[in-house]
């Protein structure tokens, strides 16, 4: 059988939740964009408000105006970075954005977090070759993470959820859950 050559650009086969090649020339200019806006964030100081929101509106795909991010922050890309009303994140979250992180509003996040839909293939040759693959992450509203937690890619937790401090999410969590735990599990279910 004679199969075609897939003519989509790397930026494409990412946006598709594909494989793709990481190290592709247009990939490396977005994070690089992404990368310096961060930077250009982690630089300001709190009696810089108006600018702080200039560069998170440049960076996020979309965010409200009542933003809040301790800095440091970092992510790869930004454009797949989707936040609600009244989003607040604590000193050095990390979003590793290859896949889109969509959180609601009223959502808390402790310090030293992560976010991480990038993966790597398990197979060594192309995991060496640079290859990656994203699933998403989306996060309801009225969500509080403590200090050091971490999700990963492919995760959906719902609404009214306490996910405790450290804990690794690897899992979907339902509405009103208290999680701890690594792998993070149901402690209780809130009124």
């Known amino acids: 059988m004679d199969q075609k050559k897939d003519s989509r650009t790397e930026m494409e086969k990412m946006i598709a939740g594909e494989m793709f090649w990481n190290s592709d020339t247009e990939i490396s200019a977005v994070k690089s964009r992404a990368r310096a806006l961060a930077d250009s964030y982690n630089r300001t100081t709190e009696d810089q408000p108006e600018e702080r929101l200039r560069i998170l509106k440049e960076l996020f795909g979309d965010c409200d105006d009542d933003i809040f991010i301790k800095p440091p922050f970092y992510c790869?890309?930004?454009?797949?970075?989707?936040?609600?009303?009244?989003?607040?994140?604590?000193?050095?979250?990390?979003?590793?954005?290859?896949?889109?992180?969509?959180?609601?509003?009223?959502?808390?996040?402790?310090?030293?977090?992560?976010?991480?839909t990038v993966n790597h293939p398990m197979d060594s040759k192309t995991r060496v070759a640079n290859y990656v693959y994203g699933k998403p992450i989306t996060v309801g509203d009225n969500v509080w993470f403590g200090g050091h937690c971490v999700v990963l890619g492919g995760v959906t937790i719902g609404n009214n959820v306490v996910v405790g401090a450290g804990s690794v999410v690897t899992k979907d969590i339902p509405d009103n859950a208290v999680v701890a735990g690594n792998p993070a599990r149901i402690l209780r279910y809130t009124e």
């Open 76 to 116: 790869d890309y930004g454009f797949n970075l989707h936040v609600g009303k009244r989003f607040f994140a604590n000193f050095a979250c990390v979003m590793l954005d290859a896949a889109p992180i969509t959180i609601g509003d009223n959502c808390l996040i402790g310090p030293e977090c992560g976010f991480y």
